[in-house]
T-cell receptor
Framework: AQSVSQHNHHVILSEAASLELGCNYS??????LFWYVQYPGQHLQLLLK??????LVKGIKGFEAEFIKSKFSFNLRKPSVQWSDTAEYFCAVKTNAGGTSYGKLTFGQGTILTVHP | DGGITQSPKYLFRKEGQNVTLSCEQN?????MYWYRQDPGQGLRLIYY???????QKGDIAEGYSVSREKKESFPLTVTSAQKNPTAFYLCASTASGGNEQFFGPGTRLTVL
């Protein structure tokens, strides 16, 4: 069965610091990769996604992620964080395991990001 | 506005009682999902349904049941057999052929 691992449970940064959140997955086949964000009191929403093509994908609010197939990784980055980036971030992997046309999303444990002004 | 609604936002129940969480979507999505979110464990899939009158168990289905009688509705029942039901429950949906899951606001269930 596939699994997703996020390395940090809680990251604390000051505004303008650079961010990198780690995500590794275990699955040998074709994957679609996602980062979701959950701002305090809000719905879980999609930050960015990778299906194929350029392994460097850009998302909303200045976030980007790089898919490195050889490392089974999909790390999230932002050059300069803001206080409003305080949220919980989830990495997710979709495979076609199980034969469903919709696939199945497996989520990491989540990383809480706290940005101090 | 199109979206997913879950009600209620907070729910309290006594131990031993079954409780049903509502999930409705007006996005015309075929697939719907239920997840449970616990601190430090991310989201874990309880049940999912790709089409009306059909559903499959996810990773942690024990103690839960679902139905899918209408395309727009996918209620989740937390039964008394669920050993640790207090959690935040999220409903999601996906369009046919789509990859992105859209999430509802969640229901926080507390069993006393």
């Amino acid at each position: 069965a596939q699994s997703v691992s996020q390395h940090n449970h809680h990251v604390i940064l000051s505004e303008a610091a650079s961010l990198e959140l780690g995500c590794n997955y275990s699955y040998g086949g074709t994957v679609n990769l996602f980062w979701y964000v959950q701002y305090p009191g809000q719905h879980l929403q999609l930050l960015l996604k990778y299906f194929s093509g350029d392994p460097l994908v850009k998302g909303i609010k200045g976030f980007e992620a790089e898919f490195i197939k050889s490392k089974f990784s999909f790390n999230l980055r932002k050059p300069s964080v803001q206080w409003s980036d305080t949220a919980e971030y989830f990495c997710a992997v979709k495979t076609n395991a199980g034969g469903t046309s919709y696939g199945k999303l497996t989520f990491g444990q989540g990383t809480i990001l706290t940005v101090h002004p | 506005d199109g979206g997913i609604t879950q009600s209620p936002k907070y729910l309290f129940r006594k131990e031993g009682q079954n409780v049903t969480l509502s999930c409705e979507q007006n996005l015309n999505h075929d697939a719907m999902y239920w997840y449970r979110q616990d601190p430090g464990q991310g989201l874990r899939l309880i049940y999912y349904s790709q089409i009306v009158n059909d559903f499959q168990k996810g990773d942690i289905a024990e103690g839960y049941s679902v139905s899918r009688e209408k395309k727009e509705s996918f209620p989740l029942t937390v039964t008394s057999a669920q050993k640790n039901p207090t959690a935040f429950y999220l409903c999601a949906s996906t369009a046919s052929g789509g990859n992105e899951q859209f999430f509802g606001p969640g229901t926080r269930l507390t069993v006393l």
